[in-house]
């Protein structure tokens, strides 16, 4: 029998390389004042023992949204149509995943006040870290996660600028003081009050009263509002305009 060519073998390597995906989650929410990622540590190789995002494979006849909606309620017990879901990028570096050619698409996830995680069958336990102190940190997590996480945190500070995201990080209702906290703490920045709140009740369809007023631990009642049918800010909440004050 003649030996394969280099052609030959060469096919039988395409025929046996198998390419996988999975999705994996930023899942953000605030938690004392902080804005918080979702991280489990994972049970299994590779990277055992190393903080990873959640997530998992795509399974037969599953679409991609339909399983991050999945790996969203096996890892918080949230369905999917109470947060912001969306999709965040497509990461394909051939040697990302060690198992072999795996591509992941990652979505991002964001609710106010989201429970204590649950840990999914590959991890042994999760848990709600600060993104400062991770992102502070370079390769502390498993896979090209690191660089996933750093983009889903610029992709939520960039929304806030010229959408209403930052609504969906208050509750159902909320003051114009708890969205200014919203936009502080995903910014690390300080605003100023007063002309943030003119930018954020001049802004057609982004609040809209309630007629309630809520009582604060110090200081008058404050008007409260809910989210309103608005998705698009115009003109932009620029981050250095609101920060010093300039109109």
Same mark, same amino acid.
């Given at each position: 029998?003649?030996?394969?060519? !280099? ?33 489990? &540590? ?11 995002? !959640? ?30 879901? &969306? ?5 394909? &570096? ?10 992941? $698409? ?17 991890? +042994?336990?999760? +848990? ?25 945190? &610029? ?30 703490? $995903? ?26 007023? +809520? ?33």
């Amino acid at each position: 029998m003649a030996a394969a060519g !280099p052609d030959t073998t060469h096919r039988a390597n395409r025929r046996r390389a198998t390419l996988q995906v999975t999705v994996d989650l930023v899942i953000m929410t605030i938690r004392d004042d902080a804005l918080h990622v979702l991280l489990v &540590e994972r049970g299994n190789t590779p990277h055992q023992g190393r903080l990873a995002l !959640p997530g998992g494979f795509l399974r037969d006849r599953e679409s991609l949204p339909d399983a991050a909606r999945r790996e969203l309620m096996e890892e918080t017990s949230l369905d999917a149509g109470r947060l912001h879901l &969306e999709q965040l990028g497509t990461y394909s &570096e051939p040697d990302r995943d060690p198992r072999g050619r795996v591509v992941t $698409v990652a979505y991002l996830a964001i609710a106010p006040s989201l429970p204590a995680p649950v840990a999914g069958t590959d991890a +042994r336990h999760a +848990r709600w870290e600060p993104v400062d102190l991770v992102t502070a940190t370079p390769a502390q997590l498993a896979f090209d996660h690191d660089e996933i996480l750093r983009a889903g945190l &610029e992709r939520v500070r960039g929304k806030l600028e010229y959408t209403t995201l930052a609504t969906a990080l208050c509750g159902e209702t909320f003051t114009v003081g708890e969205l200014r906290r919203v936009y502080e703490t $995903v910014w690390a920045t300080t605003l100023d009050p007063r002309n943030f709140n003119r930018k954020v009740t001049g802004t057609e369809g982004f609040v809209v009263p309630t007629g309630q007023k +809520r009582q604060p631990a110090t200081g008058r009642p404050a008007a409260v509002y809910r989210r309103g049918p608005a998705t698009v800010l115009y003109p932009p909440m620029l981050r250095t305009r609101i920060t010093t004050g300039s109109d």
